[in-house]
């Protein structure tokens, strides 16, 4: 009998779920009903399997619908979505100092970072200016997570494609940017330190020897890394070439970050468009050519450096005074 697909797409498109499924390649298929020998098939047999969204690589946010052909992987559709948590509507009750103990929840490996841009959205509307130090302080904090974020991402990113040490090293050095944290903020992850008009408190007593220490040993593992992955053949060989995407396709996307710089468009809102004291120190927009997995490795990998360098120059330059304004806004 020959299987009718429009049956099952008109069945299917009944929900919303059964909307979203990925349909196997269309072909026809013979089933055999005398009880022979099934017949081999010349066009092939393919399978529609599900990766996630509760599969380790995907960490219960998203699911991957797959059609594979034996182990080659034919499509690939995404089903984004499951990260929902209704944020937007919580911050309608919050005040503006409780908005940042919601948005550093967003994205765990980037705290900092939802904080600063809530505070400074609010700083405009509300014509604050943050004093000197606190601005500095942000800066050391949001690079100091830069590195953090992209240590996880040199961990678990090994780890999927096959370096499984990587998530052994990468993890020892977050590791040493989360203690920091905890020094510093009292918490190692959603910290709730970056707030409108400054930050939540001042720097403790022997900040600046436990950042540059961080700092060594973050820079000491990065070379580790770069020696054990950059020149191996077998992570070359699962890296170069795989996964290479465009400027034009970066940008019809919204794509940016650091898988637009491996297209080659550097482009880097802390030069281009610079906020806190950015264009007062020194570092580089790290970027590539080839729009490749190994390329999207190397930008995070010597960016972390980079940051590097920035924690460092602010550790050198913090100003005194005051890390809050005052205001009765």
């Given at each position: 009998m020959t299987w009718d697909y429009a049956d099952e797409e008109r069945l299917a498109g009944r929900t919303d779920e059964g909307a979203q499924e990925l349909r196997a390649t269309r072909r026809t298929r013979e089933l055999v009903m005398t009880g022979g020998v099934w017949p081999e098939d010349e066009l092939g047999d393919t399978m529609i399997i599900n990766m996630g969204p509760q599969h380790p690589s995907t960490h219960g946010v998203l699911r991957l619908m797959m059609e594979l052909d034996g182990e080659e992987v034919l499509r690939i559709k995404p089903v984004i979505g499951y990260l929902h948590t209704g944020m937007e509507k919580t911050a309608e009750e919050l005040t503006y100092l409780q908005g940042t103990t919601n948005v550093t929840r967003m994205d765990y490996a980037a705290n900092f970072s939802n904080e600063l841009v809530f505070s400074l959205a609010t700083e405009k509307l509300l014509g604050v200016e943050v004093p000197p130090r606190a601005q500095w302080i942000r800066m050391m904090m949001v690079e100091l997570n830069r590195m953090s974020?992209?240590?996880?991402?040199?961990?678990?990113?090994?780890?999927?494609?096959?370096?499984?040490?990587?998530?052994?090293?990468?993890?020892?050095?977050?590791?040493?940017?989360?203690?920091?944290?905890?020094?510093?903020?009292?918490?190692?992850?959603?910290?709730?330190?970056?707030?409108?008009?400054?930050?939540?408190?001042?720097?403790?007593?022997?900040?600046?020897?436990?950042?540059?220490?961080?700092?060594?040993?973050?820079?000491?593992?990065?070379?580790?890394?770069?020696?054990?992955?950059?020149?191996?053949?077998?992570?070359?060989?699962?890296?170069?070439?795989?996964?290479?995407?465009?400027?034009?396709?970066?940008?019809?996307?919204?794509?940016?970050?650091?898988?637009?710089?491996?297209?080659?468009?550097?482009?880097?809102?802390?030069?281009?468009?610079?906020?806190?004291?950015?264009?007062?120190?020194?570092?580089?927009?790290?970027?590539?050519?080839?729009?490749?997995?190994?390329?999207?490795?190397?930008?995070?990998?010597?960016?972390?450096?980079?940051?590097?360098?920035?924690?460092?120059?602010?550790?050198?330059?913090?100003?005194?005074?005051?890390?809050?304004?005052?205001?009765?806004?």
């Amino acid at each position: 009998m020959t299987w009718d697909y429009a049956d099952e797409e008109r069945l299917a498109g009944r929900t919303d779920e059964g909307a979203q499924e990925l349909r196997a390649t269309r072909r026809t298929r013979e089933l055999v009903m005398t009880g022979g020998v099934w017949p081999e098939d010349e066009l092939g047999d393919t399978m529609i399997i599900n990766m996630g969204p509760q599969h380790p690589s995907t960490h219960g946010v998203l699911r991957l619908m797959m059609e594979l052909d034996g182990e080659e992987v034919l499509r690939i559709k995404p089903v984004i979505g499951y990260l929902h948590t209704g944020m937007e509507k919580t911050a309608e009750e919050l005040t503006y100092l409780q908005g940042t103990t919601n948005v550093t929840r967003m994205d765990y490996a980037a705290n900092f970072s939802n904080e600063l841009v809530f505070s400074l959205a609010t700083e405009k509307l509300l014509g604050v200016e943050v004093p000197p130090r606190a601005q500095w302080i942000r800066m050391m904090m949001v690079e100091l997570n830069r590195m953090s974020s992209h240590l996880l991402f040199q961990a678990t990113n090994g780890m999927d494609i096959g370096a499984v040490s990587m998530m052994l090293y990468g993890w020892r050095e977050r590791e040493e940017c989360l203690r920091l944290f905890e020094t510093i903020t009292g918490l190692r992850m959603n910290c709730n330190y970056i707030r409108p008009g400054g930050v939540a408190a001042d720097l403790p007593d022997g900040w600046q020897e436990a950042v540059l220490r961080t700092c060594d040993s973050v820079e000491a593992g990065v070379a580790e890394y770069d020696e054990l992955l950059s020149e191996n053949p077998i992570w070359r060989e699962r890296t170069v070439g795989v996964g290479v995407i465009t400027t034009q396709e970066c940008l019809a996307r919204g794509i940016t970050g650091p898988i637009l710089r491996s297209t080659g468009f550097p482009w880097d809102l802390r030069k281009a468009q610079p906020y806190l004291p950015y264009d007062e120190v020194d570092f580089d927009v790290v970027y590539t050519t080839n729009g490749d997995t190994f390329d999207r490795y190397r930008i995070r990998l010597y960016e972390i450096l980079e940051s590097a360098k920035i924690v460092r120059q602010c550790v050198e330059r913090m100003p005194a005074a005051t890390t809050a304004c005052r205001t009765r806004r």
